[in-house]
């Protein structure tokens, strides 16, 4: 059983940053594409970045290029989202997700376990 828990999330005024990490258990995932959703109240949820297994593939939704880096450590099994310059349209809930692919993909259908998410409010 895939387990992925998802931290660091929280409350943060405008211009900050946070680190979220998103721990995996129950398998070895460094040969899955990993990747960050959000879903903010009332909004459907939304693709943020993802990360090929090897890490050199990365990819963003275009309102967090420059803000936001996805990365990955394999050996810990964990991926991480660094959000700086954090703006009140970044709040939302943050979810992790992992995909038996090797590439990097946008789609959540590619994307078969998920975590329960970690809240993220950005003040204004």
């Known amino acids: 059983q895939v387990q992925l828990v998802e931290s660091g999330g929280g409350l943060v005024q405008a211009g900050g940053s946070l680190k979220l990490s998103c721990a995996a258990s129950g398998r070895n995932l460094s040969t899955y594409a990993m990747g960050w959703f959000r879903q903010a109240p009332g909004k459907e949820r939304e693709f943020v970045a993802t990360i090929s297994w090897t890490g050199r593939g990365t990819d963003y939704v275009d309102s967090v290029k420059g803000r936001f880096t996805i990365s990955r450590d394999n050996a810990k099994n964990t991926v991480y989202l660094q959000m700086n310059s954090l703006k009140p349209d970044d709040t939302a809930e943050y979810y992790c997700?992992?995909?038996?692919?090797?590439?990097?993909?946008?789609?959540?259908?590619?994307?078969?376990?998920w975590g329960q998410g970690t809240r993220v409010t950005v003040s204004s």
């Open positions: 997700a992992a995909g038996r692919y090797s590439g990097i993909y946008s789609d959540h259908r590619m994307y078969e376990y």
